[in-house]
């Protein structure tokens, strides 16, 4: 058995947070929120990139370049 099935309904769909980094253009956040459309994701929210977390992304994209 589920350990998600005491949950409301709701609680056990998928959740996005979406945190556009502040180089991220109109258009990639439009694209982003097409696609949480076309896949059907009906929880989602947009917030701000936190300062830990934008250096945590540039460190993954120095390492992958």
């Given at each position: 058995?589920?350990?998600?099935?005491?949950?409301?309904?709701?609680?056990?769909?998928?959740?996005?947070?979406?945190?556009?980094?502040d180089n991220s253009k109109?258009?990639?956040l439009v694209y982003v929120?097409?696609?949480?459309?076309?896949?059907?994701?009906?929880?989602?929210?947009?917030?701000?990139?936190?300062?830990?977390?934008?250096?945590?992304?540039?460190?993954?994209?120095q390492t992958h370049l």
């Open positions: 058995k589920s350990s998600l099935a005491h949950l409301p309904s709701d609680l056990r769909e998928l959740h996005v947070v979406i945190k556009p980094a109109y258009e990639d929120l097409d696609e949480m459309n076309i896949n059907h994701v009906q929880y989602y929210a947009i917030a701000d990139l936190t300062e830990d977390e934008a250096q945590s992304l540039t460190k993954k994209l």
